[in-house]
């Protein structure tokens, strides 16, 4: 079982770095003007469609997301019980220390043997995919922001670790390793949300800037844009109070009309934000606080094996 598990994940991995890799040479030589012919051979016609590369339209983009931030979480879970979960389940681990096997020698050993081994697979996976998403949805990609966060860099060890260690925890508590799939699978989910929501903004102090606004340059070449990470964004009324672009009312304009009733109402937009170079920084500081979520969850799991038996 544990073979199995890990030679379909190492396959699943593989075959999905290999997609990856093909389309980051296919969009780079894109990049590089290379021809047509040389980019999308026997299928040119397909390739290029109103101006967009055949991996710039349909299901690609929302495809790949889906797929990346499915596959290190369901992963996780899978390996978590198969090489824990089902053990316990069945005994097999009150088996292996009745020869000479202690049971933290047990839990260590799956932990670097397996796990480690797969956590590396999956940071490198994430840096293809950075590197791919870059050159394949440039204008598309927002690596800050969610989804394109949680898809991409060696934040997707992380995930995997975590629901590994959720499962493993679930499945010494339950002894039913479906429960403990079940469980993993939501817990991990769980607290990729709430890192995103309330705790990744917050991993270094954000950034603020007031913006100036004329009728005659309505944006300012100072402000911030993605792929920074805009936390909040008002705008600032004549009298110094903060107004939001819904209290603004220009509709029915036309342009020049609606920037000088624009400028009229604000005099400056104020963003808060987090700079799109703190990206590898936050990436590791996830990282980090996954990883020690999803240990410590098998940490407690351990514990609860050994006290149980």
Avoid: K
């Avoid at 390996?79 to 020698?105: P, Y």
């Avoid at 590994?164 to 769980?190: E, N, Q, R, S």
């Avoid at 819904?246 to 304009?253: A, E, F, K, L, P």
């Amino acid at each position: 079982m544990h073979r199995a598990a890990i030679t379909g994940t190492v396959l699943t991995v593989g075959a999905f770095a290999g997609v990856l890799a093909i389309l980051r040479h296919l969009a780079s030589a894109a990049l590089q003007g290379a021809p047509l012919e040389e980019v999308c051979p026997g299928w040119a016609g397909f390739c290029v469609e109103n101006g967009m590369w055949w991996w710039e339209r349909g299901q690609v983009l929302p495809g790949l997301t889906i797929a990346l931030l499915a596959l290190p979480t369901v992963t996780g879970c899978l390996v978590g019980a198969a090489v824990f979960a089902r053990d316990q389940e069945r005994g097999t681990d009150i088996l292996l220390q009745t020869q000479g096997l202690s049971a933290r020698r047990w839990w260590v050993a799956r932990m670097l043997v397996i796990a480690a081994p797969v956590a590396l697979l999956f940071a490198a996976l994430g840096a293809l995919a950075r590197s791919t998403f870059d050159a394949a949805f440039e204008s598309m990609s927002e690596p800050m922001r969610t989804p394109g966060f949680e898809i991409t860099g060696p934040v997707l060890a992380g995930y995997f670790l975590l629901a590994l260690g959720l499962t493993a925890a679930a499945g010494a508590w339950t002894h039913h390793t479906p429960a403990a799939i079940t469980l993993g699978l939501v817990g991990a989910v769980a607290v990729v949300l709430a890192v995103g929501t309330w705790v990744r903004p917050h991993y270094q102090a954000p950034l603020t800037t007031t913006v100036p606004i004329t009728a005659a340059e309505t944006w300012s070449a100072d402000r911030p844009m993605p792929p920074d990470w805009i936390l909040d964004d008002v705008y600032v009324d004549p009298r110094g109070g903060l107004v939001t672009a819904s209290q603004i009312t220009c509709d029915g304009q036309t342009s020049a009309d609606w920037q000088r009733c624009f400028s009229e109402q604000v005099v400056a937009q104020r963003l808060v934000y987090q700079p799109a170079d703190r990206w590898l920084r936050f990436q590791l500081t996830e990282l980090a606080l996954t990883t020690v979520i999803g240990l410590g969850a098998a940490v407690l799991g351990f514990r609860r094996s050994r006290g149980a038996r």
